[in-house]
């Protein structure tokens, strides 16, 4: 782990708000929880790697989350699968469009993570829209077991 991670503050925050998203009683919608989900992961991996956005998803790409994933991936496959059925998840813009074609690639899937945060964050994702509901759920039920043992580390 890295030296900032003796900064409670730091420890606190990713802590926190992957508790947030665990808590469906407060926190009944996928969309509030996958956001607080993302939060605790993007607090996780700027602190730890020291850098943002997609050159965060590059460093994740290649760091213990990696492990932890070869690890889950048995338990992970289900909804692995329904994933990369999914085939292409557009860009919020339109442009670049990335898919898991592969359910064990996880440096694609790390994209994919992204891109449908990216679009959920820039408002192209409704709560009231079934398929995006059904995309945000696998988003959230993908990263938040990858999320776990690390949060318990700190």
């Known amino acids: 782990m890295s ?32 956001i607080f989900l993302w939060i605790a992961f993007d607090a996780w991996g700027s602190n730890e790697s020291g850098q943002i956005n997609d050159k965060m998803i590059d460093w994740v790409k290649t760091s213990r989350m990696k492990v932890i994933f070869r690890v889950l ?24 469009r990335v898919g898991l074609h592969d359910p064990h690639d996880f440096h694609k899937l790390m994209e994919v993570l992204y891109q449908i945060r990216n679009n959920l964050f820039h408002g192209h994702k409704s709560p009231g829209d079934n398929e995006d509901i059904e995309i945000v759920t696998l988003a959230y039920g993908i990263l938040s077991p990858l999320m776990k043992p690390l949060v318990e580390e700190l």
């Open 3 to 34: 030296t900032k991670w003796s900064n409670r503050y730091l420890r606190e925050i990713v802590v926190q708000w992957f508790d947030r998203s665990q808590d469906t009683v407060n926190w009944p919608s996928i969309f509030d929880r996958f």
């Open 73 to 96: 991936r048995n338990d992970l496959e289900p909804l692995l699968l329904v994933l990369s059925k999914k085939g292409d998840i557009p860009n919020h813009l339109g442009r670049k």
